[in-house]
């Protein structure tokens, strides 16, 4: 499958900004940075991004809406959970956690930031093989 073919909006380019923070090839539409931001991101099999925290004084955090493919999202001390299209995940400030594709499936979806005060994202530790999906 080629990358656009994944999802019905714009692949975009290669990943590289952010390509320290992932396991994999992504890719990154950033569709609109006006009021809140949304990105259009893709995972090529087994690709997932790493540990990491959306922090904010106030407000903040982040919403997934999955739009294509397989792929798996994980709260720290808590199980993986499978991401299908129509899921929506809803992740607060403050909670470390990880998303990305199936071993065996591209993933996309529509990241969309929650506008908060003094908002930033602190990226942690690689999901290590042993954490990565469920089953594991």
Known sequence: MKPEEVSVF??????EA?????TGQSYLNRLTTEGISISNVTFEPGC???WHIHHAR??????????AGRGYYQE???E?????????VVIPSEVKHWH?????????????????EESRTEWCEA????????GK
């Open 80 to 88: 993986a959970q499978e991401l299908h299209p129509g899921s929506v």
């Open 10 to 15: 714009p692949v975009g380019g290669k990943n």
């Open 58 to 67: 106030k407000g903040g955090g982040q919403i997934l809406l999955c739009t």
């Open 100 to 116: 990305g594709a199936a071993p065996d499936s591209w993933f996309a979806h529509l990241a969309v930031e929650i506008p908060g």
């Open 18 to 22: 952010f390509a320290d923070y992932f």
């Open 127 to 134: 999901v290590s093989d042993k954490e990565y999906g469920p």
């Open 48 to 50: 997932r991004n790493n």
């Open 76 to 78: 720290w001390g808590k």
